[in-house]
């Protein structure tokens, strides 16, 4: 059985930063693609950013540039790094396995004004 538990967020003024890590387990984590989702009040939930088992990574055009991707395949990680954050951003972020359809419970990400 896979889970996948994140931590991090927090409410952050805009131009802050935030980072989100995401524990697995149950889940042979060194061969999956993970990924991170958010879900933002009223609207979809939307890709953010994915990373390979060997650390090829790919982001939404919107986080360009500002959030970056990462894992430790030993610890069975995967993290968010969040700078220049705007309030575009605040969300629930949702660590995931794509390919597993598994998700984490979320984290809130706030970003005031």
């Known amino acids: 059985q896979v889970q996948l538990v994140e931590s991090g967020g927090g409410l952050v003024q805009a131009g802050g930063s935030l980072r989100l890590s995401c524990a697995a387990s149950?889940?042979?984590?060194?061969?999956?693609?993970m990924g991170w989702y958010r879900q933002a009040p009223g609207k979809e939930r939307e890709l953010v950013a994915t990373?390979?088992?060997?650390?090829?990574?790919k982001y939404a055009d919107s986080v360009k540039g500002r959030f970056t991707i990462s894992r430790d395949n030993g610890k069975k990680t995967v993290a968010l790094q969040m700078n220049s954050l705007k309030p575009e951003d605040t969300a629930v972020y949702y660590c995931?396995?794509?390919?597993?359809?598994?998700w984490g419970q979320g984290a809130q990400v706030t970003v005031s004004s």
């Open positions: 149950g889940i042979s984590f060194s061969i999956y693609i």
């Open positions: 995931a396995v794509p390919t597993l359809q598994s």
């Open positions: 990373i390979t088992s060997g650390g090829s990574t």
